[in-house]
Structures are given as C-alpha cells and as structure tokens.
C-alpha cells in the first residue's frame, strides 16, 4: 500500500515507523530480522531501508603498492526490502538515490520493485563518495534527485529509457523525498534549498521525509512555510534518540543540524553513555509527544540497526 494511504486510513492518528541499514556485505539477514522484531509491537505500516554507493578504498599489498578497491559495503537494498515484507508482513521503502547507479540500473532496479509489490521508494541524491570532496555523479546516472524523480514518474506514466515500442506498462510507485528544516549543507540559505524542494513536488513527490532534528520549532517552521508555499504532501518528521556524548559533535558534522543548548548541556552533565541514553530517551520523548500533539502523520524513527533507545520511546507515545 501507498504510504500516503497509510497516513490516509490512519484518520489522524500518528503513525510509527522507522529506518534500516542493510547489513554489512558478508553478513546475514538475521541480524536485520533481530532489530526489528522488538519494534513489530507498534504496528508500523512501513520500514525504509537506506542504500549507500560504492567507496573507494586503498589497501597495501604485499609489495608496499596500494590497491585501488571499489565497493559497496552495504549492498542488497531491493532484497532486504523483499525479506522484510515477506516476513513480516508490512511495507518496505527503498531508498534508491543517484550515486553509484546508471540510469539503465536504476530502471532495472525499479522493474525489480515493481514485480516484487514494493509500492514506494525514498528518492535521493544520495551521499557523497567518503574520498571526494564532494557528490560526483556516476557517469551516465543522475545528478539530482529531481532528475531521479522524474525517472521514476516517466516510469509511472509508461515513459521507459531507450523505449522503441508503443504500449508500456504505467507504474505506480508513491515518491518520498528529503527536506531539511535546518537547511540542506550545499544550499547557500533556506530559500534556495526551499525552492529545490519545491521543484520535488511539483514534479510529482507524494511525501517528504526529514533530516532529523531535535528543535521540533525548526520543524514547525518548515511546515508551515512548505504550506504557505502550496507543498501540501504529508511532511514526516526523521527523528534519531542521542545515545552517546560523541554524538554532540558527530551528528552536527555530519548532518549538519544544531542539537539545542538544553539538550547539549544535559548530556555534558552526564558521567557516561548510559546515563546519556537516559537523557536522550527522555528528550526525544517529551519531543514526540508535542509533535503528536502538532499532528504529525508519523514519527520515523532512524534506528540504525539498534531498537532498544527506539522501543523505550515508542512505548512512551504510543
Ligand atoms: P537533492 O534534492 O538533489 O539536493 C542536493 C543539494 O542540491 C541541495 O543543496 C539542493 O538544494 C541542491 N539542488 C537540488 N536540485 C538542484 C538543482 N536542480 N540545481 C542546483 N542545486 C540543486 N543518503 C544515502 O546515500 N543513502 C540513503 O539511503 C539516504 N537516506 C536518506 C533519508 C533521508 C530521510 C534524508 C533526509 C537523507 C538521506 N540520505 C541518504 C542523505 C542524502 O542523500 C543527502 O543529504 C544528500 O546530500 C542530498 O540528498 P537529496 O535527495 O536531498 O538531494
């Protein structure tokens, strides 16, 4: 089922759902089944599963050369999203972005999602290789997430690539996209950013998904000026409960969003991790229950493949 039917049938009520990463190339997909299961009790219609490019990486050889290796370490995004929805029985959402794919892949990956029943995919840029200075397209892929988007509502109006005959099959995926309240990294200001996102509806985005965020104000205000603006597709709040003191730098470097001062000084005043996960957990409940009081269609939580901080919080809202 479309996302945004889900949202619809809920009549109001918040939703839960969250984020995963597929496993680590080498790894079972028991370990993706394990950080779910403890989440199943709170009913999400719908798990996204994130994809990632390849990287580069230099490994010494025996001779003191370095060889130059090319890979991806979290691969099988497609397959996961098929394990989870045979298993258990809800929506998978693929994230499918412009990294590392052709354009010829992505369609392949698309007729994949469409044979498979995946009824929704998160429309990405997609990160920048770790080894570039910045996002440096694949050849013969796309640059944008627009230009991604509007591969796959060409496919949803029977426009395939190279097509050389008449009657093609309409494809029906529901299309999310990411939006930054606190303003995309490269954007030069929130206007430019907002216009970008904009575009991503106009062309026939059905949701957005956000960066996470822990000044729920910033959140508010990005609502109501995607409104004020005519973006009337459900906004989906990405939300990521604080576990450690390392993340007070690490989150702000690299996703580039501020962590309130209340928030920063609390976990400053803790002796360890633990009780920063305490302090974590009750921040991001007192912020989900006033997000449910704003009426948000669901709270999405990034999991990161951990389920107990996500658990503890969901059985505070829900
Ligand atoms: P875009 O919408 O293409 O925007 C990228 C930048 O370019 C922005 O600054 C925008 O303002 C600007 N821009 C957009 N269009 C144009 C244009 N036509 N001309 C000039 N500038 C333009 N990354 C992954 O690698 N894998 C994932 O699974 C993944 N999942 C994510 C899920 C969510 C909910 C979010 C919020 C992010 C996720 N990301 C993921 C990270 C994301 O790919 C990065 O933030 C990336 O840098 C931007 O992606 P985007 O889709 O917002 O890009």
Redesign the pocket.
Known sequence: MKITEHIANANGKTLFSF?L?PPVKGSGIQGIFNSIEPLMEFKPPFI??????EDLVYKEKSNGLLERVVYRKRPG?VAVCAAIMNRFKVDAVP?L???GFTKEETEYALIDLQFLGIDNV???????RKTDPG?IPTPGGH??????LKQVTDMNNGVYLHEYHDSSHKTNFCI?????PE?????PNLN??????K??IDDGANFI????FYDNNKYFDFVNRCRENGINVPI?P?LKPLTTAKQLTVLPKI?HIDIPEDLSNAVSGCKNDKEVKEVGIEFMINQCKELVKFGVPVL?F?TMGNPEPTKRIAQAIF
């Not at 998160?122 to 920048?128: E, F």
């Not at 999310?176 to 930054?180: F, K, T």
């Not at 998904?209 to 996470?212: F, I, N, Y």
């Open positions: 984020e990463l996204d599963v994130t994809s990632s490019r995004t994230h972005i412009c990294g998160l429309v990405l840029r997609g990160d920048a996002f640059m944008y997430a627009t230009d991604l999310g996209v990411a939006g930054y303003k995309h990294f490269e954007s430019t950013d907002f216009k970008h996102l575009k991503k998904v956000t960066q996470m989906i990405g996703f999405h990034y």
